[in-house]
């Protein structure tokens, strides 16, 4: 399901739970609703509540960290094809052909990346270069240096394809990569319970379930944002797939 699905269920099963209160409520005597068993309640309620905000507190920084990493990656892959592309104009005009090459590389490992770690891709078990990439590798390597500095342009060409090429292994490796779907159960069921406990002794109001609807979707808006960290090529918060597509200029200078 799509960050949005999984939230909308989240919300629904949250604020579900301040009407399962309600109703547990108008069916106990009120002996069993007295001061003693409020005070259980309360305290059973406090160590769900931290427990749960520690959960919230590593899912969120393992989602921001997710996140910050792969766009990381992005940017250091769009410096190396700049480089690269650098390397090969200095070396001189005999590598026009190779950077017309790269130009159409980057554009499909643009597209691979960004549908690889699309929520709805099917996962392939295995990496299968392209034939571009591995043309790419096999000009710069058949390139014939005539000169000292062609020979270190050469070693420098190849040094920026095998670190593009392991950013792009990694981007791989991780796509797909998700919050576990058991510690969102577990999140969820336990602000279910947190809400059904605080409604079991609220005032049976309009007001105060509108209070809880608001409290239910702000704690909502912390789980989508996490799902929407999680997924850093797709969704609202997406990394942007134009600074690579346009890290090169489409005419060869």
């Known amino acids: 399901m799509s960050p949005l699905q999984t939230s909308l269920v989240a919300f629904t099963s949250i604020f579900g739970g301040t009407f399962l209160g309600i109703f547990v409520r108008r069916r106990l005597p009120d002996r069993h609703l007295s001061g003693e068993t409020r005070d259980i309640v309360r305290q059973g309620t406090g160590l769900i509540a931290t427990l749960a905000s520690l959960v919230l507190g590593l899912l969120i920084a393992s989602a921001s960290g997710k996140f910050e990493t792969e766009s990381s990656q992005v940017e250091q892959l769009t410096a190396n094809v700049v480089l690269l592309d650098g390397i090969l104009k200095l070396y001189g005009p005999e590598t026009d052909g190779t950077r017309a090459l790269l130009r159409r ?11 690889e770690n699309d929520s709805g891709h099917r996962r392939t078990q295995t990496f299968v ?3 571009l ?21 050469q070693a420098k060409a190849m040094d920026a394809i095998t670190d593009a090429g392991k ?17 969102l159960i ?8 947190i809400f059904a406990s ?6 049976s109001s309009t007001r105060a379930v509108a209070v809880l609807c608001i409290f239910s979707l ?3 808006a912390a789980i989508f944002l996490i799902l929407e960290l999680s997924q850093p090529f ?20």
Do not use: H
């Open 186 to 193: 577990v999140l969820i069921g336990w602000l279910t319970l």
């Open 198 to 203: 605080i409604s079991l002794f609220a005032e």
């Open 218 to 220: 702000a704690a909502t």
């Open 105 to 115: 590389e980057v554009a499909l490992m643009a597209d691979r990346i960004w549908r």
């Open 167 to 183: 950013i792009r292994l990694l981007l791989f490796t991780t796509a797909g990569g998700s919050i576990p779907i058991p510690f």
């Open 234 to 253: 797709t969704g609202l918060m997406r990394i942007s797939d134009q600074p690579l597509r346009n890290a090169l200029p489409a005419a060869i200078t």
């Open 133 to 153: 990439g591995i043309s790419l590798y096999n000009e710069v390597l058949k390139l014939s240096p005539k000169t000292e500095a062609q020979r270190f342009l």
């Open 129 to 131: 270069p392209t034939d």
